[in-house]
């Protein structure tokens, strides 16, 4: 067991559903959030083990800078310092800054006043830049900046102090493109679940090899597919025959591709709103159907009508399901929801939880009570419902 190490995590897109899942893999206490798309855990686990979805990068602190020093030259001597016992060998590096309000010209000035006092001690280096003071995953991949000669180091502001961390790990974007474009089945009619996102809502399960998933709505099997990588053992089902065929399709492509054994326990046709699954299980991840695809708002009186149908899928799939969970089941669903002129139109049936014999799963790290993914360009997003039984 290694010691308990301090480590940024640099959240994706939605920054709420990286805190919730921390918090779901390591519990409330060794993390904190730092504000805008950043936190900080404080643990010995190897998070890179956890398959992190919401989790871009991850960085070990390597020093502080107080918040009434001069970042430039307090950086350069933390980051000097760390450089300073590493192989003799030309190096290349980078900075990302995060939280912290400065001009492109200033991070590049502070990179190449690293690289001047690097000469001086007898050490070249080359230095790499991003846009918008960030370096993304694949600069840091393709540059090669997470083994002996590559580094990319993160500054991170909180309301007590800089943070400076180096990378140590970044997502494996090349895999998650492979899992999502290159399985040999896609149907963009039943929706397009990012295997990142299955990966967090997995997390926000608390999904482990020694667990069961039941995948109710497994359309082409994305969540299964996620959930085999992790061990477990799997249950899926679908209305659609064919979903299931797409799914057993995918699972064999992903046995042969990442050479692993998938626990397949079943996988039938089935309407989720009144079947009675064989077997034991005690976690449930899934999406329902969202509805129409949709590139423009419809009308109001269109979308509510959208929004009714799902409302009673989602009532009579939930009041399904409850008598079949035990006390220790934990679930996450994926509703839909609509951003709109007026903010998201949600499902009423998620306000209403207890009615349907469920109790809303609170994180102590977050302010806000509602986990929805959701890019600016959609009009369709997701809500994230993680429950157990009340």
């Given amino acids: 067991m290694r010691d308990i190490v301090m480590q940024i995590c640099i959240l994706g897109r939605n920054p709420s559903l990286g805190v919730a899942e921390l918090e779901s893999v390591l519990g409330p206490d060794p993390v904190k959030p730092l504000g805008g798309s950043c936190a900080m855990v404080s643990t010995d686990a190897d998070l890179s083990k956890h398959g992190l979805g919401g ?21 350069l001597e933390v980051i000097v310092k760390h450089l300073e016992g590493k192989p003799a060998h030309k190096i290349s590096f980078g900075l990302s800054v995060y939280g912290i309000k400065v001009a492109p010209k200033q991070v590049e000035k502070l990179a190449f006043d690293i690289k001047g006092e690097l000469k001086k001690r007898g050490r070249l280096s080359h230095v790499v830049l991003g846009e918008d003071n960030e370096l993304n995953s694949a600069q840091v991949i393709h540059n090669k900046m997470l083994g002996d000669t590559g580094f990319e180091f993160l500054i991170v502001s909180s309301a007590k102090a800089n943070y400076i961390a180096r990378t140590t790990n970044v997502q494996d ?7 999502d474009y290159k399985r040999p089945k896609r149907d963009t009619k039943v929706g397009m679940l990012p295997p990142k996102l299955a990966q967090i809502m997995l997390n926000l399960a608390k999904v482990g090899p020694d667990n069961t998933v039941l995948d109710p709505f497994c359309g082409t099997g994305v969540v299964l597919m996620e959930a085999a990588l992790k061990g477990s053992k799997l249950i899926g089902s679908d209305l659609n025959p064919e979903m299931t065929l797409y799914t057993k399709d995918n699972l064999e492509w992903l046995a042969s591709q990442y050479k692993i054994d998938i626990k397949l326990e079943s ?4 309407d989720a709103s009144i079947n009675k699954w064989k ?31 799902a409302n009673i899928m989602l009532n009579n799939f939930l009041a399904n399901l409850r008598p079949q969970l035990n006390q220790k089941s934990r679930c996450c669903i994926a509703i839909p929801v609509w951003k709109t002129k007026n903010g998201f139109l949600r499902l009423p049936v998620a306000d209403k939880l207890d009615k349907v014999g469920y109790a809303r799963v609170k994180f102590a790290n977050l302010k806000v009570d509602r986990l929805i993914y959701h890019r600016p360009d959609q009009i369709v997003g997701r809500e994230l419902l993680v429950l157990i039984p009340k």
């Avoid at 974007?173 to 899992?179: A, V």
């Avoid at 996988?267 to 089935?270: G, I």
């Fill in 55 to 75: 989790t871009v990068k991850i960085g070990e602190v390597i020093g502080t800078c107080p918040l009434s020093s001069k970042l430039s030259s307090a950086a």
């Fill in 173 to 179: 974007i090349e895999s998650y493109s492979r899992r």
């Fill in 267 to 270: 996988l039938t046709s089935a």
């Fill in 279 to 309: 077997g034991y299980f005690d976690r449930v991840v899934s999406e329902i159907y969202l509805g129409p695809p949709l590139d423009h708002l419809p009308k109001e009186s269109s979308l509510k009508a959208i929004a009714y149908n």
